[in-house]
């Protein structure tokens, strides 16, 4: 039997599931910010969809997308 190893897609999946939510950050006016988004894995189309209010989120992800 191999072992597992933590980056192994799914134990990945299987942490997704029971964890929830996630956190993004963005930078704004020398700031950063951040959000706990809550997160919907779907593993079967390999996707994650996370519902959160996505104003002003949206525009400071576009104005620095790098960071």
Do not use: C
């Amino acid at each position: 039997m191999s072992k597992k190893l933590p980056n192994d897609p799914e134990t990945v999946w299987k942490t997704m599931k029971k964890v929830g939510v996630a956190m993004i950050v963005t930078h704004k006016d020398r700031k950063f910010d951040g959000r706990p988004p809550q997160a919907f894995p779907e593993p079967d189309v390999g996707e994650i969809y996370f519902m959160t209010d996505p104003q002003p989120m949206i525009d400071e992800i576009n104005a620095r997308p790098h960071v």
